[in-house]
């Protein structure tokens, strides 16, 4: 299998975040993507190559140009406002509230931003830009007929919507690499999001869309984050009615749970007969994920591979979270391997 990495994405090295009412050191943080190249090279998955540049254009079709422009200026703006340590906002526009977009950095971050987990620091754009060349670059490759890649992208990016960051995202990796595939020519494509989070942003950028259908096993936002979306009723709208389909489960799910919610997914896929298929693959599903509540063990990984497979798809595999440093990259592994077995 094919892998694209970056160098420039472990540039983003935010220093802490708010979890548990403590700041704390950033769970999402550059040697996630090290630790990953690393068990890709050593267990012999195929070639690394990086990634070609693709600009802005291929950006700005899933996400708003002032919210792309504010991400690129942001730490320029909070460093001129004469800041130190990470730029966090502190101030939302709540209910009743007018969401004009303010001039001021600390305005301007509240407006963009949906929480105080995604600190923006000197290399935050260069390494989101980065990550989504990652992506591009798989999903080119697998347009010009390669039938498995692996984008190990980082930051990740399936809470990032339109135009708002969040949950460690910035810009949505896998929305723009499926966006590409569209604009490539394939009539129909499908996103698998099967990590313990539910995919929000990208659930918000295809809502009311039938030509790209989005599906995610995840956590019940009734008592995980992103906590506002993520319900099993929320099935699309408009055009999109019915190419949306959710699949919460609680706290503590075994791995049987989380395979029977794998194969109702999957279910959706192939009968929406895409012509590719976009993985969101997060592996914080593992059961010692410092910041989750599954029960997935490594071993596990393998069959989800092989599942996902199984649907003998065009597939590309975007990396999004998987926070358990001492077993990442083994749980990255399996899920190439599981995905490979027939078809290296």
């Known amino acids: 299998m094919l892998t694209i990495y970056s160098e420039a994405q472990t540039l983003h090295a935010g220093g802490r975040e708010l979890s548990d009412g403590e700041l ?3 769970y999402e943080c550059p040697e996630r993507a090290a630790l990953v190249r690393a068990a890709v090279a050593s267990g012999g998955i195929g070639e690394i190559v990086e990634p070609e540049p693709f600009g802005r ?9 002032r919210f792309v422009d504010f991400l690129e200026t942001a730490w320029d703006e909070w460093q001129a406002a004469g800041r130190g340590g990470d730029a966090l906002p502190f101030s939302w526009a709540g209910r009743g509230m007018r969401g004009i977009e303010p001039e001021h950095i600390d305005g301007r971050l509240g407006h963009f931003a949906f929480d105080v987990s995604t600190p923006v620091v000197a290399g935050t754009w260069t390494a989101a830009s980065a990550a989504a060349d990652v992506a591009l670059t798989g999903a080119k490759r697998l ?8 984008s190990l992208c980082r930051p990740p990016g399936h809470h990032a919507g339109y135009d708002f960051y969040g949950g460690y995202c910035f810009l949505n990796n896998a929305a723009i690499a499926a966006q590409y ?10 996103i698998l999001d099967v990590d313990y989070h539910h995919g929000n942003g990208t659930q918000a950028i295809f809502y009311d869309r039938a030509d790209v259908l989005f599906a995610s096993i995840h956590a019940d936002p009734r008592q995980e984050y992103p906590y506002f979306l993520g319900y099993a009723d929320e099935t699309g709208a408009g055009a999109g009615e019915g190419f949306n389909a959710n699949f919460p ?7 049987r749970d989380w395979f029977a919610a794998l194969d109702a997914a999957l279910g959706r896929v192939r009968q929406f007969a895409p012509e590719a298929l ?3 693959l997060g592996v914080d599903t593992f ?15 393998l069959e989800v591979g092989a599942r996902i497979a199984a649907t003998e798809l065009p597939l590309l595999l975007v990396l999004e979270g998987g926070y358990a440093t001492n077993d990442l990259g083994a749980n990255v592994v399996n899920v190439l391997r599981g995905a490979s077995r027939e078809h290296d």
Do not use: N
Not at 291 to 300: G, H, K, N, V, W
């Open 249 to 255: 489960l609680p706290w503590q799910s075994p791995a």
């Open 24 to 26: 704390v050191p950033c």
């Open 143 to 150: 347009a010009g007929g390669e039938q498995r890649v692996f």
């Open 181 to 190: 595939l569209v604009d490539g020519g394939a009539a129909r494509v499908a």
């Open 278 to 280: 976009v993985v969101s």
């Open 287 to 301: 059961a010692a994920d410092p910041i989750s509540q599954f029960r997935l063990e490594t071993a596990d990984y």
């Open 57 to 65: 254009d291929p950006l700005l079709r899933v996400h708003d140009p």
